[in-house]
């Protein structure tokens, strides 16, 4: 199945261990896709919120009411870190507000995973901050019957605890070990304390179970937002926006006095388009009982300063518009890639922070499908038995798709580009031909229907480069290729264009090593990569 995980071969690459790694990355796939429903709306939630606060998590765990393992979306308030701390991984105490039914501790009371104790009311306190969003969203908790529980990841010393170390005269030394606690609001009962490492780890290191994402690293462990860095521009922009619209209004639908005397048939009523009502004056002309109050137009000047703002904005948060149109037509397609590359940089960081996060969250993952999952596949893979899962599991690192160096497809087209200029580069320096061919089977581009470079065709005529199922003639010397076979036609692409000049460049390069003799020996003998 299509997804977002591919699997990595850390050591030796082996037939066996390139198996188990393709069927690790198609279970892996098939989990995230189709047996984890709810994983790609809660990721999504997460990007959602991620720009605007800065700080989002994600908690991976077996959940014994589905029985399986889940991933799920925690915003920043739900998550409480201690003052100072900086990192996850190392900080003592992190505690997760939760939410959940009387009918959901219930479940879990009789799973076990609580303790059988009788549930008070629920408390239905808010928080500032939940408050203020419900008044942004327009929601309101009118029958909220759900419980909170704080589920603390913190490191304690437990007397009666058998893992607990202790001196001579059975004291605890007073080192703390990693427990998860959870405890019910309102009436600060203890739901349950579960050790939070593995059985059989002797130094009983903390097991992970959040990812935090962030947009933009903070002083602490909380990142920075949109909220965060141009919180205050928006705030100004947003108040002459309103003082705008006000002034429009005002001028468009102005208000006044009269005098005490003037009577307007039915002036209760606003006067419509075309219609003409009478009037009653007591003394004087019309203009002379009726005085506008002197609204103005909307400033050119208040105008402009919330331009100004927003674009100072934009430029802070790394969002400036860049408009090619208004750069000159005869500027180099480079040059026009490196200012949109420039103005990419901090999303491009974004991207890789992202990546390496969402690494994190497949790994946990993984760790969880190995260790709580059954030992068999539930299909049959294509060139292993169902029973080795746990055993694929363990020999192949998950990571994801996504390539953190290459955010937009222009870096992509430009990487195709570079193998060529670098390969010809190389040829040049001497001692180094058939490197071309080398960078072009390398060339993610090139790989196709696995066809290799061969230098010798039927009957010991040289042959051209084949690469996925596209064929170039070997040129005549004094002749250039006859390029791109006729089914592209005329108006290629930017694709075929950069295929087209990765063929003229080993073209080149072909027809200098036929004269020239490197440092690894002459013609394509033993010194040439494909000469074996």
Same mark, same amino acid.
């Given at each position: ?78 998550? /409480? ?158 108040? /002459? ?22 009577? /307007? ?210 040129? /005549? ?56």
């Amino acid at each position: 199945a299509q997804g977002p995980v591919r699997s990595k071969i850390i050591g030796k690459d082996t037939p066996e261990i390139k198996e188990k790694a393709a069927n690790v990355e198609d279970d892996m796939n098939n989990e995230l896709t189709e047996v984890m429903t709810e994983y790609r709306p809660e990721h999504e939630r997460m990007l959602c919120a991620l720009p605007a606060t800065g700080s989002a998590f994600k908690k991976v765990y077996e959940d014994p009411n589905m029985g399986r393992q889940v991933s799920m979306f925690i915003p920043a308030e739900d998550i /409480i870190l201690p003052y100072g701390a900086t990192d996850m991984d190392t900080c003592y105490r992190v505690t997760h507000v939760m939410r959940k039914t009387k009918n959901e501790i219930i479940k879990l009371q009789q799973a076990g995973f609580y303790r059988d104790i009788e549930l008070p009311d629920p408390d239905r306190s808010k928080t500032d901050i939940q408050q203020a969003k419900d008044k942004e969203t327009g929601f309101s908790a009118n029958d909220d019957d759900r419980y909170t529980l704080y589920e603390s990841h913190v490191d304690l010393v437990i007397k009666s605890d058998e893992y607990t170390e202790t001196d001579d005269d059975g004291e605890p030394l007073g080192i703390t070990l990693p427990y998860v606690m959870t405890i019910l609001k309102g009436s600060n009962d203890v739901l349950s304390i579960r050790r939070n490492w593995k059985e059989d780890d002797t130094l009983h290191l903390k097991r992970q179970h959040f990812v935090h994402y962030q947009y933009i690293p903070g002083f602490g462990a909380y990142g920075f937002g949109l909220f965060h860095l141009i919180g205050g521009y928006a705030k100004s922009a947003t108040s /002459i926006m309103r003082q705008l619209v006000d002034a429009g209004t005002l001028s468009n639908l102005p208000g006044g006095l009269k005098s005490r005397g003037l009577r /307007i048939k039915g002036d209760d009523t606003p006067i419509a388009p075309g219609e003409f009502r009478d009037v009653d004056i007591g003394s004087g002309a019309l203009r002379d009982n009726i005085l506008p109050l002197p609204y103005k137009e909307p400033s050119s000047v208040l105008a402009g300063l919330m331009d100004k703002i927003v674009e100072e904005g934009r430029r802070f948060a790394a969002t400036a518009d860049v408009n090619v149109s208004d750069m000159s037509a005869q500027a180099p397609v480079g040059t026009t890639l490196a200012l949109l590359e420039r103005q990419l940089k901090v999303m491009t960081a974004v991207a890789a922070r992202l990546h390496f996060s969402f690494k994190q969250e497949l790994k946990l993952l993984a760790g969880l499908i190995r260790d709580y999952t059954d030992d068999k596949y539930d299909y049959d893979p294509e060139n292993a038995p169902r029973k080795a899962k746990a055993e694929d599991y363990r020999h192949v690192e998950i990571i994801p798709v996504s390539d953190p160096n290459a955010a937009t497809m222009s870096q992509r087209e430009r990487r195709v580009g570079a193998i060529s200029v670098g390969s010809l580069a190389a040829h040049r320096g001497g001692g180094r031909r058939g490197r071309h061919r080398v960078a072009l089977c390398r060339s993610r581009l090139w790989r196709g229907r696995g066809h290799r470079p061969q230098r010798v065709g039927e009957g010991g005529q040289p042959r051209g480069l084949c690469h996925a199922g596209l064929e170039f003639d070997q040129p /005549i010397a004094g002749q250039k290729p006859r390029g791109l076979p006729g089914s592209w036609g005329g108006g290629l692409g930017r694709v075929a264009q950069q295929l087209a000049s990765v063929a003229q460049h080993a073209w080149l390069c072909d027809r200098a090593s036929r004269g020239h003799r490197g440092a690894n020996g002459g013609g394509h003998g033993r010194g040439h990569p494909h000469g074996r």
